[in-house]
């Protein structure tokens, strides 16, 4: 947030976390979650780009190159056909390396896991091994 602030980049979050009803949605499929994860965070921001008249909506998670990248291309893309908005898709994984190196010149919080409680745990594990 002080980085948008800093570059005059505006940003509208989500600043609530529904743990309960993330968890029950998951339950008893945790190994399939990021597919609804995927689903259900595109479906929030399409809802709002298309309130908003966005020309579209896209996701940090491009970026990533831990993540199922044709799943999410695959996901946003249905979403914005349901919600009438277009998914903006580009391989954002180049800049990986470069990103990893600006965020730390600009010592920004970098968080080690991908943000369920799942995923906090598979990192709590690896690291102790
Ligand atoms: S936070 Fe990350 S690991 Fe957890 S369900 Fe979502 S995409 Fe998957």
Same mark, same amino acid.
């Given at each position: ?5 800093? #570059?005059?980049? $505006?940003?509208?979050?989500?600043? &609530?976390?529904? /743990?309960? %009803?993330?968890? @029950? ?24 780009? #298309?309130?908003? $008249?966005?020309?579209?909506?896209? &996701?940090?998670? /491009?970026? %990533?190159?831990? @993540? ?62």
């Amino acid at each position: 947030m002080e980085y948008a602030e800093n #570059k005059g980049i $505006k940003v509208i979050s989500q600043n &609530s976390y529904e /743990l309960e %009803s993330f968890i @029950q949605s998951v339950a008893f499929r945790e190994k399939q979650r990021c597919r609804f994860c995927y689903h259900d965070r595109f479906n929030s921001t399409a809802k709002i780009a #298309k309130k908003g $008249k966005f020309d579209a909506f896209s &996701s940090t998670l /491009l970026y %990533s190159r831990f @993540q199922n990248h044709d799943l999410i291309r695959q996901t946003g893309e249905s979403v914005g056909q349901e919600q009438g908005v277009p998914f903006f898709y580009r391989d954002f994984r180049n800049g990986w390396k470069e990103g990893i190196e600006e965020s730390k010149r600009l010592n920004m919080y970098r968080q080690q896991y991908c943000g369920c409680i799942y995923s906090e745990k598979e990192r709590f594990y690896r690291t102790c091994r």
